[in-house]
């Protein structure tokens, strides 16, 4: 076996008792930043959510009738409470309200998702 051309990225690599293979490559220096974290819409998933005119929310105590009032002014169709080190399911729903709450059931943030 000889030892394998190796040419510029993009191109191929061969060697002579075989057929050549594509050379690895690096991504696009213009393909876009990710946030590992973040939760990412599904494809055609837009949701009804708008947590804009819930935000008057934040500083006040949740319970199950502020998140169901909540719920009904964002035109969400679902809602939740997230506790301080809760775990819950990351998948972006855009249909769904989030009162992030502190220990005491502050609210800190509303938001869709």
Excluded: F, K, W
Excluded at 72 to 92: C, F, K, S, W
Excluded at 97 to 108: E, K, Y
């Amino acid at each position: 076996m000889t030892t394998p051309d190796i040419t510029a990225p993009n191109s191929t690599i061969s060697d002579s008792d075989g057929p050549a293979a594509p050379a690895e490559s690096s991504p696009p220096a213009d393909a876009a930043a990710v946030d590992p974290g973040a939760a990412a819409p599904l494809p055609g998933d837009t949701g009804s959510c708008d947590a804009n005119p819930v935000q008057e929310l934040v500083g006040r105590v949740a319970d199950d009738s502020v998140l169901e009032q909540a719920r009904t002014t964002a035109n969400a169709d679902t809602a939740r409470i997230l506790h301080p080190g809760q775990a819950v399911t990351m998948e972006y729903n855009g249909a769904r309200l989030n009162l992030q709450v502190d220990d005491d059931g502050v609210i800190q943030a509303v938001r869709c998702g």
